[in-house]
RNA sequence: GGGCGGUUAGCUCAGUUGGUUAGAGCGUUGCGUUGACAUCGCAAAGGUCGAUGGUUCGAGUCCAUUAUCGCCCACCA
């Protein structure tokens, strides 16, 4: 391999799909240790991952990239380090979001609705769609890297996972944890099917309060079938508050506070509703403030919780006002047919006209909306099947408060258990067609017969004439089985017995409740374990300026378009640096772009690296010896080594503690600040050496690489790419994926031991930070005094006990500063000053920069004097710190370190005191 | 009403057992391009770490109070 083949930029467009299509067809994504394998070891460690299941019938948004990126990472990095690792994927059904898009779409193209095309045509038609689109996104999911083992895709609709789905309900009915009745629930008009409490959004908006009078009914009367207009226009009143004056039609009740002096004496007695003449009582309850609106609650108990509960309390009717469509029914007298708002204009004129109206007035209180529709939601009375929640909400609670789930990271815990402990029964029919069928059948005389199979007849009373619940399962009853259900439950499969337990569950905060949770307690009533020990939750992901990403808003971070413009490394790099667990993160195309830079930078080096090992001729090995006799490192190869010890062992811990994005970053600033503009640098000087070539040339290569590995789960195709490169250059490699051993157990296997690392590391480390100090202050002259980087430039340096040091570093320091080699002298002391010279000062170093005819003495004399005073600042506080209680309670490395500084700071002050006079 | 999170450079954000000159990307300013990379290099400017008080030899980091923005949960008509 010659340069000249590799082009100066990095190709991401035709590499990506070279690359993924070699992982996959390679088998790089099975585990490799599957139990179908003839050589399967049932002890080998496993890491699994079941994928957060996307829509079938979705488009890649930005939350899937996040997500892939943070799995795949987590995927990737087991992987590495030998687990037996299997990433399952799979897509939702999704129940209402794809039912209402195949109906828009057939009503777009056929003109005919969900109802005329009928339940089994429409249900085919939605397999179709699914057939059709459901690839787009699992290809997408593919584009973005992830190693996911697609032989074992699966369907929340599939077989299989029906099997499980009728396993999982039927065994909830048969310990009677499932039941039907009619309750009062959330229901969408707009989707005409119940939702759960989770699937409501409150939210406050502007509204009106009406006040008006519940007329009492006049003592002497005991009916109101003759009371006059009259009669009832003297009568007394009570005032009432609402903000839905349509509801009156469906009063049961007035309440007032047991307490309340103003409506005492009204308790027990009779209230007439307005315009439809029924008689209600008075109630008391302490449920009624006294404080709020006129003291007085109409109690509606069809349509409002808090009131269905106070009419449970008081055995009072129940009347349904509205239907399906949110329309009043025939309990609404003559409003029936009307809508609810309309009706509330109509009612509220008439009760006007009736003098019943008090006044009205402004009013923000909080609205319940569809999370799915928008449109306002109906609480209603219906028949719906739930699930008795408590004893499953009980196992699940313990397990995290046990610590057999640890969430990350744990604030979200405490949210967790404020859930758990306030959870109420799960609605879980839905009166959609595209779901699970409820496993419930009915014959002619109401028997229920709840089945795992399909049944032929009645189980109570063996008729034939079955028919089956039209309702269908809340997509989340499916998806809260997905951990084992994929893996083939309620069989015991091998999978099943091998990848399960799962270990992490990953994905967004927002559906801690409505996924998470509920898989927490599918999985411990199901197979009495958890199904994951660690949930990983991630931000959400938000625009470049932190506003939440919406369609109207029209800032829509569309993360196709960013792996076009920059690459899916850059996308993936972008979502998981500068990002910490739980908290929003913002991505936009300037971030994109400057990973995608280093991308590029990345294959540079690359580029440098393979070049230089093709260019020798001796073979570059990872068992050569002089590679690991550090005796014959420079001071450059020990401080890359060591430098590289720290990041492995840095990104090690962060990656324990879930700390990804400081993973990555770390790994950023090796590659980018000390391996390319230090470590590159000074290897194009160590190689104009033969003797230092070898070396220079291995160490390059072996750091390139294990910088290449540890990168590779964060930017998995550009690492591969260049690790394929420069394998091939080493002509040693029969492995055809980067996806080998993680470099911890490469560091330790290749350091030879008899050298105690921390002090090797710390003076190495210590002697070539003072040569960096020296190119950098030179470097800053030099730009003070606008001398062009290609202009060499003479000095003189006084090294005084670093005299050994700055001679073996000499043309190190030369070849980085620009000095002129055959014009540098180094000293251990200068016997006089040269003339016409800036001084710089670097610790016990004095380096003296002839610079003829461009030194102003002044403008020296007070940069020096500047510089003197910021020294003497140092060591002025240096003393203070150092005198007071530090130096007896802070650890010894902490104060020494602070000595040495100090020292430094002293022999560079004195030095500066010196040049001025 | 309850709970949680943010507040650090012009902008967007890192900074996890408290360790002493607080970092990055982008932006800004100056210089620079045959020699891995202009998708680049060198250098510079820019911060009372929301406020107050406390603990400590030492606080961006721990505690208390407070301001402000945001999120989640919750049945006041």
């Not at 040569?771 to 001398?787: A, F, M, P, T």
Request: with cysteine; hydrophobic share 35%; charged share 25%.
């Amino acid at each position: 391999m010659t340069k000249q083949e590799l082009p100066k930029t990095y190709d991401f467009k035709s590499t990506e799909p070279r690359i993924y299509a070699m992982w996959e067809t390679g088998g790089f994504f099975k585990p490799h240790n599957d139990p179908s394998n003839a050589d399967f070891d049932p002890n080998i460690e496993t890491f699994v991952i079941a994928i957060p299941p996307p829509n079938v019938t979705g488009e890649l948004h930005i939350g899937h990239s996040m997500f892939v990126s943070v799995e795949d990472l987590m995927v990737r990095y087991h992987r590495m380090k030998g687990y037996s690792t299997l990433w399952i994927p799979g897509s939702d059904h999704a129940g209402i979001a794809t039912q209402l898009m195949v109906e828009r779409d057939i009503l777009k193209n056929e003109e005919v609705t969900r109802e005329e095309m009928g339940r089994e045509k429409f249900i085919e038609r939605t397999w179709e769609w699914k057939r059709k689109y459901g690839g787009i996104i699992t290809n997408q999911i593919r584009r973005l890297g992830a190693s996911c083992d697609w032989s074992r895709e699966r369907f929340t609709l599939d077989d299989g996972l029906s099997r499980a789905v009728r396993e999982a309900f039927v065994r909830l009915y048969e310990k009677g944890l499932i039941y039907r009745g009619p309750r009062l629930i959330n229901w969408s008009p707009g989707l005409k099917t119940a939702v759960s409490d989770l699937e409501v959004e409150y939210e406050e908006e502007d509204a009106t309060m009406y006040y008006f009078k519940y007329k009492l009914k006049p003592e002497s009367r005991s009916s109101t079938s003759g009371i006059s207009e009259a009669e009832l226009r003297d009568s007394e009143y009570i005032p009432v508050a609402t903000i839905r004056p349509e509801t009156i039609l469906g009063d049961t009740a007035v309440a007032v506070h047991p307490e309340d002096e103003r409506y005492k004496r009204f308790i027990g007695k009779t209230v007439i509703v307005p315009i439809l003449g029924r008689e209600i009582p008075v109630i008391a309850d302490e449920y009624v403030s006294m404080e709020f609106g006129t003291g007085a609650l109409k109690i509606t108990p069809g349509h409002d919780p808090n009131d269905y509960d106070i009419a449970h309390r008081h055995n009072l009717p129940i009347i349904s006002v509205l239907d399906r469509e949110a329309k009043v029914n025939e309990n609404g007298g003559k409003y029936q047919g009307q809508d609810r708002f309309e009706a509330r204009k109509n009612m509220w004129a008439d009760m006007k006209e009736a003098g019943l109206v008090i006044k009205t007035e402004p009013y923000r209180t909080t609205i319940p909306r569809s999370q799915r529709g928008g449109e306002i939601v109906e609480p209603m009375i219906s028949e719906q099947w739930f699930v008795t929640i408590e004893p499953l909400a009980k196992q699940a609670l313990e397990a995290v408060k046990d610590g057999r789930i640890k969430i990350v990271p744990e604030r979200f815990e405490k949210t967790y258990y404020n859930w758990m402990e306030n959870i109420k029964d799960w609605c879980i029919s839905r009166q959609l067609w595209w779901g699970h069928r409820i496993p419930v059948w009915y014959c002619p005389d109401g028997h229920m017969t709840v089945t795992r199979e399909d049944p032929s007849e009645c189980a109570h009373c063996g008729s034939i004439e079955l028919i089956q619940d039209e309702d269908v399962l809340d997509t989340w009853f499916s998806s809260g089985l997905w951990p084992f259900s994929t893996l083939g439950w309620p069989e015991e499969t091998p999978d099943l017995k091998y990848f399960y337990p799962t270990s992490y569950l990953e994905t967004g905060y927002d559906i801690l409740f409505f996924w998470v949770a509920r898989m927490i307690m599918m999985g411990m009533e199901f197979t009495n374990e958890v199904p994951f020990h660690t949930v990983y939750l991630h931000g959400l992901v938000r625009d470049e300026i932190g506003r939440k990403i919406s369609k109207t808003l029209g800032n829509v971070v569309d993360p196709l378009l960013l792996m076009d413009e920059y690459g899916t490394d850059a996308l993936r790099f972008t979502m998981l640096v500068g990002s910490t667990p739980g908290n929003d993160t913002n991505v936009g195309p300037k971030k994109t772009e400057s990973n995608r830079n280093f991308a590029n930078k990345l294959w540079n080096v690359g580029r440098f690296v393979i070049n230089a090992v093709s260019s020798t001729t001796f073979q570059v090995s990872g068992t050569d010896d002089r590679l690991l006799n550090t005796d014959n490192w420079t001071l450059a190869d020990s401080w890359i080594w060591a430098k590289m010890q720290q990041l492995v062992r840095d990104v090690e811990r962060h990656f324990q503690n879930f700390q990804y994005g400081q993973a990555g970053q770390q790994i950023y600033d090796f590659l980018w600040n000390d391996f390319a503009d230090w470590y590159v640098e000074i290897a194009k000087e160590q190689m104009k050496n033969d003797e230092a070539t070898k070396q220079t040339v291995a160490t390059l290569a072996r750091v390139f690489d294990m910088s290449l590995r540890l990168l590779h789960p964060f930017t998995p195709f550009v690492t591969e790419e260049i690790w394929g490169h420069l394998h091939n250059a080493l002509r040693e490699s029969q492995i055809s994926s980067i996806a080998q051993d993680w470099p911890e157990a490469l560091i330790v296997a290749k350091f030879p031991e008899p050298r105690e690392p921390e002090d090797w590391e710390e003076t190495r480390t210590a002697d070539f930070e003072l040569i960096q100090e020296i190119v950098r202050s030179i470097r800053n002259l030099r730009s003070e005094k606008g001398l062009a980087p290609s202009k060499k430039i003479a000095a003189s340096i006084s090294a005084g006990a670093k005299l050994d040091l700055l001679t073996s570093q000499s043309s190190v320091f030369a070849w980085l500063a620009g000095l002129d080699f055959s014009q540098l002298s180094i000293l251990e002391s200068l016997s006089d000053k040269p003339k016409d010279s800036a001084t710089l000062v670097v610790g016990s170093v004095e380096i003296h920069i002839p610079l003829a005819g461009m030194v102003d003495l002044a403008e020296e004399k007070a940069r020096l004097e500047k510089e003197l005073k910021e020294a003497e600042s140092h060591i002025e506080r240096l003393e203070k710190l150092l005198s007071s209680d530090f130096a007896n309670k802070a650890p010894a490395a902490v104060v020494q370190k602070e000595r040495d500084k100090l020292a430094g700071y002293k022999e560079t002050a004195e030095k500066l005191k010196a040049q001025l006079g």
